[in-house]
């Protein structure tokens, strides 16, 4: 911060003054704390005060701080807020102005760029072309109504801008030409897990990959797979190439372009992987575009499990689980799309498969508004049962008037052609719905012909009064001779798609996932996805599908529905599922009821509080199964350690089968990544998982560690600040050069990066600990301060003889380390190099000013303060 850094005098020596001080001058102290409101509010102190008349001392001129809202003109580096909406943060030119009280203020220098990107409508006003100073525009006296507020000891420069002022654009929206492409950069993503079981004589290690190379707005990924499995003498060794893909943002069509692997949205058509070039509407430029949406994907684990959840036949996300429930709601819906395969393989070699249907919410587009999709390339599919035929798709939709879109699309590959036509409608109080007509011509595998038709009808609606939410209600109905794209590609009439797991007995086995007969195509469908709040009384939700078949009378089906409520902190849940696949004969009906209350109470109650422990859970839960596997647990969670980054969860039960079995895991997130280790016993297998994460970023400044990267992330620059802790970010800290790695962003929009000041160490100064940085997509952007490394120092200043005035200015020549004057030339300094200028100011003539040289490297630099004399000239 650019403040006064005042310095107290000895409280001792500034009482003898006062005993020697004229009794006169004791009667206008006096008198001076008696004086009106009115007049404190114009003159805070006199100078004169601060001299003593029967004394030579001298004091540096004052006169402008008599006002007590003075501050000096110059450049201060301030957080810019306008009309409530953080802008940016950096150094701002502020000058004198005299407001319509004729009071002194500092007042801002922006020009026309900044105004504008403040959402001026700068058109408006003709003025704003008559201005002379363009560096430095006077916008409120243009605009009538428009304001700024320094605060000072904050470093925060609030704007206020009347509405009508600014153009007709939606709030929140940050204009393009503030957007970052970010820095050119190498890094490196790893995900490592694995488990081993004395017992069973298993164990496995799963490796992913994610790497990337950032030059400019080009961005190169790639994604890959290690997975090395063995047990009772079997084993497999597999590498799998997931994604290598090229991707562009093209700003001024507001367009992603993607060369390589990559999936198409399930918006008109299903959603298919793809090798080829794909050119996209970028939604996420948009302020009033929604997101997408993503399924939330909940299970119970019996024992520690590891849930595989695929799309396509690829793995999009792996993780280890402890026992009991879970939710996995961090799916991202700009790179997934399509239902989802979600496996829990459990310790026992048991395996939960079932199905998580993922449709988009109907079609809409603001008016004038226009989104598109085009896709040159191959079919490709992580199953082994389909081939890659050639496919070109083409989508597009329009916002009309009145809230309704249209929209259409078109599917030419080897032995397919398909299009559909559609219209979605805003209904207001009735929420929104959408309806097209999809025809297809397909040849199968088998050389059979067909030509069909299909209807979809999707309605959505936020019932906000009755705490109901029906994020997706839809039906779908097939003619017998309509087959998708995804059918097309078969390279047999009928099979299973299956994966493998590893079963303690048996070794590896094959778990079936999901069953295809292209002899009986699909014929209808019926999805829904809803959740009710009954207020204080809880809420409710409800997700599932049914599936029906053209010649035959099976039906798959899904479903899950919970109730959830606390009570005094408490908080306990209910919920059921049931998964259904006619077509192996098999039907998986679960039960699980939960209940996790708080301990703090009973810590502060043994009086055994602790910083280091926090958000301590007890837990009770049980799972009932129709094939007769029932458990029960209870058990320990929280986090520990100052800044929360460690977590662990402990627990102890009764499993049908097993017996007794007990478990604990343990994760930590670090500064240089994440680590974490668990170990799970029972009557018949005992389990040691670990697991570790962690990124890597090469950029021009050398290499730094941290967290996994995300898609979008930002690089910390503070050089010499090491092991600062960011605010917001759990186990995020800065390294030993300085450097830190802030794993995800969110882009085109403002990021606020902030270093938490009470990490900082004695001999850190910063003149602003805030940054704000706006990523396009994929970037990694720098957030860059400036840290003052140096010694304190108590310096004595000496002008011809005499201690130099008091409240004279002084400034480190090369850091600009800053002090003022206190009493006998005593200036206290901070954040001094060893060797360096000190220039002292007092008044405004050019002979108010000296300066000194110094060299202290003889000194004993481990003392927390120095103190050392100066002569200036």
Avoid at 402 to 431: E, F, P, R, W
Avoid at 668 to 673: E, F, I, L, Q, W
Wanted: proline share 3%; hydrophobic share 35%.
């Amino acid at each position: 911060m650019y403040s006064l850094q005042m310095v107290s005098p000895d409280p001792l020596r500034f009482g003898q003054r006062l005993k020697t001080l004229p009794l006169c001058v004791l009667v206008a102290m006096s008198a001076s704390v008696t004086v009106s409101e009115d007049a404190f509010a114009k003159q805070v102190f006199n100078p004169a005060f601060l001299k003593d008349d029967l004394s030579n001392s001298q004091i540096s001129d004052l006169s402008k701080f008599e006002d007590s809202s003075y501050q000096m003109p110059g450049i201060y580096r301030v957080e810019v807020v306008a009309n409530d909406q953080a802008m940016f943060t950096r150094d701002v030119n502020f000058i004198e102005k005299t407001d319509t009280e004729n009071k002194s203020k500092l007042f801002p220098c922006f020009d026309m760029k900044t105004l504008e990107s403040f959402g001026i409508n700068t058109a408006a006003y003709e003025k704003f072309n008559e201005v002379k100073d363009q560096r430095c525009v006077d916008f409120t006296s243009i605009i009538e109504g428009a304001d700024t507020t320094f605060i000072f000891d904050k470093q925060k420069l609030i704007v206020s801008l009347p509405q009508a002022a600014l153009k007709n654009q939606i709030r929140g929206y940050i204009p393009p030409d503030q957007w970052e492409e970010g820095i050119n950069g190498l890094f490196l993503n790893y995900s490592l897990s694995g488990y081993n079981s004395s017992k069973t004589d298993s164990n496995g290690l799963f490796l992913g990959i994610d790497t990337g190379l950032n030059i400019g707005s080009w961005q190169l990924r790639h994604s890959g797979s290690w997975n090395q499995t063995s047990s009772l003498g079997n084993s497999s060794n597999e590498w799998n190439s997931l994604r290598t893909y090229v991707q562009k943002t093209l700003i001024p069509i507001k367009s992603n372009l993607l060369i390589g692997d990559g999936f198409t949205s399930n918006e008109i058509f299903d959603s298919f992987g793809f090798r080829g070039a794909h050119l996209s509407t970028a939604n996420e430029m948009y302020p009033d575009s929604q997101q997408g949406y993503a399924p939330t994907v909940r299970g119970v684990a019996k024992t520690n499990a590891r849930v595989v959840i695929k799309q396509n036949g690829f793995i999009i996300q792996q993780s280890n689980v402890a026992p009991g429930p879970f939710v996995i709601a961090d799916l991202n819906p700009t790179s997934i799309s399509g239902d989802l395969q979600v496996s829990i393989e459990e310790n026992d070699g048991t395996v939960q498969s079932y199905t998580v249907p993922y449709s988009s919410l109907p079609i809409l587009q603001r008016e004038g508004r226009t989104k598109y999709s085009v896709m040159a390339g191959e079919f490709r599919s992580g199953r082994q049962s389909q081939d890659n035929p050639n496919v070109f798709q083409a989508t597009i939709s329009h916002g009309l008037k009145k809230g309704i879109s249209v929209y259409a699309g078109a599917q030419i590959a080897d032995d397919y052609t398909g299009g559909v036509v559609g219209v979605g409608s805003n209904l207001g109080n009735y929420g929104a719905v959408s309806f097209d007509v999809s025809h297809a011509n397909s040849t199968l595998v088998d050389g059979s012909k067909h030509s069909g038709q299909s209807v979809r009808f999707l309605y959505s609606k936020s019932l906000l009064k009755t705490g109901t939410t029906f994020q997706l209600l839809g039906y779908r109905y097939s003619t017998k001779g309509f087959y998708t794209l995804n059918d097309v590609a078969y390279s047999q009439m009928s099979g299973y798609n299956y994966s493998e797991t590893h079963d303690g007995n048996q070794g590896i086995v094959p778990v079936i996932t999901d069953y295809y007969n292209l002899s009986h195509p699909k014929k209808g469908r019926f999805e829904v996805n809803l959740s009710h709040s009954f207020g204080q009384y809880g809420s409710i939700y409800a997700s599932g599908n049914q599936q029906t078949y053209w010649g035959t009378n099976d039906k798959n089906e899904w479903l899950q529905a919970g109730y959830a409520n606390n009570w005094k902190g408490v908080n306990y849940s209910f919920s059921m599922s049931r998964n259904k696949m006619a077509q192996v004969n098999e039907t998986n009906n679960m039960f699980m009821a939960n209940v996790s209350f708080p301990l703090d109470r009973a810590i502060r109650k043994a009086k055994f509080e602790d910083p280091a422990i926090g958000n301590l859970y007890g837990n009770f839960s049980t799972n009932q199964n129709t094939n007769g596997s029932d458990t029960y647990l209870a058990g320990l969670s929280g986090t520990l350690l100052k800044d929360r980054n460690l977590s662990f969860s402990m627990n102890q039960g009764h499993a049908s089968g097993q017996g007794n079995t007990s478990s604990l895991n343990v994760n930590y997130r670090g500064t240089y990544g994440n680590i974490g280790g668990g170990y799970s016993y029972d009557a018949n297998s005992d389990r040691f998982s670990y697991n570790a994460s962690g990124g890597v970023l090469a950029h021009q400044d050398g290499v730094t560690f941290g967290q996994p990267i995300g898609d979008t992330a930002i690089l910390v620059k503070a050089p010499g600040a090491a092991g600062v802790r960011l605010e917001n970010y759990t186990g995020v800290k800065t390294d030993w050069r300085g450097y830190a790695i802030v794993p995800y962003a969110t882009e085109y929009r403002m990021n606020r990066v902030a270093l938490d000041t009470n990490s900082f160490s004695n001999n850190l100064e910063i003149s602003n600990n805030v940054d704000n940085v706006v990523p396009i997509k994929g970037a990694i952007t720098r957030a860059t301060f400036k840290p003052s490394l140096g010694l304190r120092a108590l310096v004595t200043l000496k002008y011809q003889g005499k201690p130099v005035a008091y409240a004279s200015s002084v400034t480190e020549a090369e850091t600009s380390a800053y002090g003022v004057v206190a009493e006998d030339g005593a200036a206290y300094m901070t954040g001094l190099p060893v060797k360096g200028t000190l220039k002292v100011n007092w008044g405004v003539e050019e002979r108010q000013n000296c300066a000194a040289n110094y060299d202290i490297s003889s000194m004993d630099l481990n003392q927390a303060v120095l103190q050392f004399e100066l002569d200036c000239h």
